[in-house]
Nanobody, 124 residues
C-alpha cells in the first residue's frame, strides 16, 4: 500500500510559477510510474505528466509541454511538478498518482493510488 500526499498548491498570477510535491510513504516508489493529473470544476480529470521511476522517462500532455517539468528525488521518495508560465486555464485541483502497471498511458483508471489533491489557482 502506498500513501501519497501532495503539497505546494496556491494562488498565483498568470505568468507565475508554482512547484508541487508528492511525498510517498508506506512503500518505496522505485517500482512505480508516477503521474500528475488535474481536474477543473465541471470537467473530467485529465492527465498532465508522468515519470517512470526506474529510468526517468517523462511524458507531458501537449498543453503543458515546455512549461511544466516533472522530476523525482529517490532519497526523499518524492515526485515534483514544476509549473512555469502558468495560465488561468491551468486552474484545477492537481492530483498525484502511482501505477504498478507495466503500460500506463494517460488514463486515470490505470493508476492505483492517489493523493488527496492540491488546489492551484491562476488569476488573470
Amino acid at each position: 500500500q502506498v500513501q501519497l500526499v501532495e503539497s505546494g498548491g496556491g494562488l498565483v498570477q498568470a505568468g507565475g510559477s508554482l512547484s508541487l510535491s508528492c511525498a510517498g510513504s508506506g512503500r518505496t516508489l522505485t517500482t512505480y510510474t508516477m503521474g500528475w493529473f488535474r481536474q477543473a470544476p465541471g470537467k473530467e480529470r485529465e492527465f498532465v505528466s508522468r515519470i517512470t521511476w526506474r529510468n526517468d522517462r517523462t511524458y507531458y500532455t501537449d498543453s503543458v509541454k515546455g512549461r511544466f517539468t516533472i522530476s523525482k528525488d529517490n532519497n526523499k521518495n518524492t515526485v515534483y511538478l514544476q509549473m512555469n508560465s502558468l495560465k488561468p486555464e491551468d486552474t484545477a485541483v492537481y492530483y498525484c498518482a502511482a501505477s504498478t502497471r507495466p503500460i500506463v498511458g494517460t488514463l486515470a483508471v490505470n493508476y492505483d493510488y492517489w493523493g488527496q489533491g492540491t488546489q492551484v489557482t491562476v488569476s488573470s
